[in-house]
């Protein structure tokens, strides 16, 4: 099985600190098609190439630019999501290490086809490290003349995983609390500072220069009915070859995990984070897309000889820390599951848990603000799916050892007595 590199064909291949290695592997030609086409006619383009967001919504990308370029505003903004803070998500660090120009090159065409002037790159606060190699990539385009017609400012997150919502994001730019707004109004309408706002992750913006280049047909000849295209997933976990990998959409788990990243013992594999799927060995052909399972491009490989419950309440301590509180389904929701995994893994569950943890992710998942409420309830309903019978042993268990440990109890009170 080989990799399909298109985001991430200049990988390794061009100095990310030095402009004229990308100008030699035909950048900017994108951008300079661009420039003579109406804006109208980018967003034709990227809608027909069937383009879909890359930050785990999977929204269709054209369709979004569309509402941005429709609105009525002299004002609009761009951000590139690179808050990038799944666990086990690493593809966009990569990109934005080796590929800034590509990822500029991008928002710049994305700038002109909405009409922003002004565009951030809300960078995740443990990419510190990146905001100088950001800056100077800027500059060097900037200094080639390509920032006419919109400014980029890189502007740093505070550690807050929410943040990456893209409305939370925004209100974290605005310099207020990082909580989720109601939707709707959303972001191309009404946005950063009430502003039409398309807000695009690292990868979605990456492929806009290809798309240019080659044209929507190109494009939409790759991947499935919903899903075109490629997709850079970041594998980790029991796995000989951890990394950052590119395979067109459609492709097979096994052809990620095991072929290319080297896994010979799958116990389960997650797929999208801390809040994603969770998959076990007999999924392992299913096909990578939108239409099964995607999320932000963080996959996870465990072997047989991890827990899967300690697994899952590792996401929940994960989740319930990172909650921004603002909806009670979600706050209280991620302390009462962290309860209960907690009782699991302490050998203190109680009978009608399993139960208890279906009834109320099906709850957080309805009623949760944003998404990271909504999909808190994804792991635990797939783990009791398929790995019910852990829970069943862990609860059958504890009410073995109570029982047990209350007759010698109450024999020892007995003695006393
Ligand atoms: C809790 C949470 C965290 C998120 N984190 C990110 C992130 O780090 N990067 C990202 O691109 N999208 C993230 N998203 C999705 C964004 O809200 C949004 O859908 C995305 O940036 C849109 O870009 P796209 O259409 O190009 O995917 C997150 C969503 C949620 C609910």
């Given at each position: 099985?080989?990799?399909?590199?298109?985001?991430?064909?200049?990988?390794?291949?061009?100095?990310?600190?030095?402009?004229?290695?990308?100008?030699?592997?035909?950048?900017?030609?994108?951008?300079?098609?661009?420039?003579?086409?109406?804006p109208?006619?980018?967003v034709?383009?990227?809608?027909?190439?069937?383009?879909?967001g890359?930050g785990?919504a999977?929204f269709?990308c054209?369709y979004k630019w569309q509402l941005a370029l429709n609105a009525k505003s002299k004002e609009k903004y761009l951000v590139c999501n690179a808050d990038?803070?799944?666990?086990?998500?690493?593809?966009?660090?990569?990109?934005?290490?080796?590929?800034?120009?590509?990822?500029i090159?991008?928002m710049l065409?994305a700038g002109l086809a909405v009409g922003a002037r002004q565009a951030y790159i809300y960078l995740r606060a443990?990419?510190?490290?990146?905001n100088?190699?950001l800056c100077?990539?800027i500059?060097?385009?900037?200094?080639?003349?390509?920032l006419?017609h919109m400014d980029i400012a890189v502007f740093e997150g505070a550690?807050a995983?929410v943040c990456g919502e893209e409305t939370a994001l925004m209100n974290s730019i605005e310099g207020c609390r990082g909580e989720a707004r109601y939707k709707p109004p959303y972001p191309p309408s009404v946005g950063l500072w009430g502003k039409p706002t398309i807000i695009n992750n690292v990868?979605t913006l990456?492929?806009?220069?290809?798309?240019?280049?080659?044209?929507?047909?190109?494009?939409?000849?790759?991947?499935?009915?919903?899903?075109?295209?490629?997709?850079?997933?970041?594998?980790?976990?029991?796995?000989?070859?951890?990394?950052?990998?590119?395979?067109?959409?459609?492709?097979?788990?096994?052809?990620?995990?095991?072929?290319?990243?080297?896994?010979?013992?799958?116990?389960?594999?997650?797929?999208?984070?801390?809040?994603?799927?969770?998959?076990?060995?007999?999924?392992?052909?299913?096909?990578?897309?939108?239409?099964?399972?995607?999320?932000?491009?963080?996959?996870?490989?465990?072997?047989?000889?991890?827990?899967?419950?300690?697994?899952?309440?590792?996401?929940?301590?994960?989740?319930?820390?990172?909650?921004c509180?603002k909806?009670?389904?979600?706050?209280?929701?991620?302390?009462?599951?962290?309860?209960?995994?907690?009782?699991?893994?302490?050998?203190?569950?109680?009978?009608?848990?399993?139960?208890?943890?279906?009834?109320?992710?099906?709850?957080?998942?309805?009623?949760?603000l944003c998404g990271?409420?909504?999909?808190?309830?994804?792991?635990?309903?797939?783990?009791?799916?398929?790995?019910?019978?852990?829970?069943?042993?862990?609860?059958?268990?504890?009410?073995?050892?109570?029982?047990?440990?209350?007759?010698?109890?109450?024999?020892?009170?007995?003695?006393?007595?």
């Amino acid at each position: 099985m080989a990799e399909k590199r298109i985001v991430l064909g200049n990988c390794g291949n061009i100095n990310p600190r030095n402009i004229d290695t990308y100008l030699a592997k035909g950048g900017f030609r994108a951008y300079k098609r661009a420039c003579s086409m109406k804006p109208k006619a980018i967003v034709e383009e990227i809608t027909k190439s069937g383009l879909t967001g890359r930050g785990g919504a999977g929204f269709r990308c054209g369709y979004k630019w569309q509402l941005a370029l429709n609105a009525k505003s002299k004002e609009k903004y761009l951000v590139c999501n690179a808050d990038e803070g799944d666990v086990g998500a690493f593809k966009d660090k990569y990109i934005l290490s080796n590929d800034p120009f590509g990822l500029i090159e991008g928002m710049l065409i994305a700038g002109l086809a909405v009409g922003a002037r002004q565009a951030y790159i809300y960078l995740r606060a443990e990419y510190h490290f990146l905001n100088e190699l950001l800056c100077q990539a800027i500059a060097q385009v900037a200094a080639r003349g390509f920032l006419q017609h919109m400014d980029i400012a890189v502007f740093e997150g505070a550690g807050a995983y929410v943040c990456g919502e893209e409305t939370a994001l925004m209100n974290s730019i605005e310099g207020c609390r990082g909580e989720a707004r109601y939707k709707p109004p959303y972001p191309p309408s009404v946005g950063l500072w009430g502003k039409p706002t398309i807000i695009n992750n690292v990868e979605t913006l990456m492929n806009v220069p290809h798309i240019i280049n080659n044209g929507a047909h190109w494009f939409s000849e790759m991947g499935t009915a919903y899903s075109k295209g490629t997709r850079v997933f970041s594998v980790s976990g029991d796995v000989k070859r951890p990394g950052v990998y590119e395979l067109e959409m459609g492709s097979s788990l096994r052809e990620l995990v095991v072929d290319l990243a080297g896994a010979d013992d799958v116990l389960a594999v997650q797929v999208g984070g801390a809040a994603g799927t969770i998959l076990p060995a007999s999924k392992i052909d299913l096909p990578l897309s939108h239409e099964t399972v995607l999320g932000c491009g963080s996959v996870m490989v465990f072997n047989s000889s991890r827990d899967i419950i300690a697994i899952v309440y590792n996401d929940m301590q994960f989740l319930n820390e990172e909650s921004c509180g603002k909806c009670t389904p979600c706050r209280e929701g991620t302390e009462v599951m962290l309860e209960i995994y907690g009782r699991l893994t302490r050998g203190e569950a109680r009978d009608g848990d399993i139960e208890a943890l279906e009834e109320l992710a099906k709850a957080m998942s309805l009623a949760s603000l944003c998404g990271l409420g909504q999909a808190a309830a994804v792991p635990v309903l797939d783990s009791i799916k398929y790995f019910r019978q852990e829970y069943a042993g862990l609860i059958d268990q504890s009410m073995f050892l109570r029982s047990y440990l209350g007759g010698e109890l109450n024999k020892t009170r007995e003695g006393v007595r």
